[in-house]
Antibody, heavy 120, light 108 residues
Framework: EVQLLESGGGWEQPGGSLRLSCAAS????????MSWVRRAPGKGLEWVSS????????HYAESVKGRFTISRDNSKNTLYLQMNSLRAEDTARYYC?????????????WGQGTLVTVSS | EVVMTQSPGTLSLSPGERATLSCRPS???????LAWYQQQPGQAPRLLIY???SRATGIPDRFSGSGSGTDFTLTISRLEPEDFAVYYC?????????FGQGTKLEIK
C-alpha cells in the first residue's frame, strides 16, 4: 500500500525557514517524479514544486522560485522541501504527491498534508 | 499560465441525482492532459479521472469524464452520500500545471 507521510510543518515568522519532509513507502520511490502541492485557507490547490525520480530535474512555481528548494534522498525514500524567506502568503497545507506514471502529473497518491503557518 | 475555470462554484443536489461539473481552460488542452480530483473535508485529494476520461484505479463507474479543447465535464451518474465533496480539475499540458478553483458539491 502506498503511503506518504509529511512532517515538518508548524508556525514560523515572516522571513523564517522550515523544512518539510515526506516519508514514502509501498512503491519504488526512485522510479517516480514527486511534487509538493499546497492549499491555502479558503483557496484551491496550487502546484509548488516537482522533482524527477533521480533528483536531476527540479521545477518551481514562480511564487516560490529562489526561496524554496525541493530535494529527495532515494536511499531513505524521503522527499524534502526547504522553505526559506517565508511570507504570509505561504501559509497553507502542503501535500506531498506521487506521479501516476511518467513525468509528474497527474498525481495518484497524496499525503494527508502538513500545515505551515507564517505569521508575526 | 492556463487559467482553469470551474462552474458552478457550488452545486446542491440530493443523493441519487446526477451531477454535472464543468471545467473550462483558458487555452485549448489536449485531452490527454486533463485530470479531476475529489477532496473530502480534512482528507487528501483523490485522483478520479486522468487523460480527460480514464478512471483511476478503484474509482466507481458512476464517475465519468468527457470533453476536449476548452470544455470538459465530470459527471457523477447517481450521487452517493460519500460523493459530496470538493472537486478540482487540473491541466498538466503546459507549465505551470494549474488547478481550477473547485466546485463544492453539497447535499440539498
Amino acid at each position: 500500500e502506498v503511503q506518504l507521510l509529511e512532517s515538518g510543518g508548524g508556525w514560523e515568522q515572516p522571513g523564517g525557514s522550515l523544512r518539510l519532509s515526506c516519508a514514502a513507502s509501498g512503491f519504488t520511490f526512485s522510479t517516480y517524479g514527486m511534487s509538493w502541492v499546497r492549499r491555502a485557507p479558503g483557496k484551491g490547490l496550487e502546484w509548488v514544486s516537482s522533482i524527477s525520480g533521480s533528483g536531476g530535474e527540479t521545477h518551481y512555481a514562480e511564487s516560490v522560485k529562489g526561496r524554496f528548494t525541493i530535494s529527495r534522498d532515494n536511499s531513505k525514500n524521503t522527499l524534502y522541501l526547504q522553505m526559506n524567506s517565508l511570507r504570509a502568503e505561504d501559509t497553507a497545507r502542503y501535500y506531498c504527491a506521487k506521479a501516476h506514471s511518467s513525468d509528474y502529473f497527474p498525481v495518484d497518491y497524496w499525503g494527508q498534508g502538513t500545515l505551515v503557518t507564517v505569521s508575526s | 499560465e492556463v487559467v482553469m475555470t470551474q462552474s458552478p462554484g457550488t452545486l446542491s443536489l440530493s443523493p441519487g441525482e446526477r451531477a454535472t461539473l464543468s471545467c473550462r481552460p483558458s487555452q485549448s488542452i489536449t485531452s490527454s492532459y486533463l485530470a479531476w480530483y475529489q477532496q473530502q473535508p480534512g482528507q487528501a485529494p483523490r485522483l478520479l479521472i486522468y487523460a480527460a476520461s480514464s478512471r483511476a484505479t478503484g474509482i466507481p463507474d458512476r464517475f465519468s469524464g468527457s470533453g476536449s479543447g476548452t470544455d470538459f465535464t465530470l459527471t457523477i451518474s447517481r450521487l452517493e452520500p460519500e460523493d459530496f465533496a470538493v472537486y478540482y480539475c487540473q491541466q498538466y499540458l503546459t507549465a505551470p500545471v494549474t488547478f481550477g478553483q473547485g466546485t463544492k458539491l453539497e447535499i440539498k
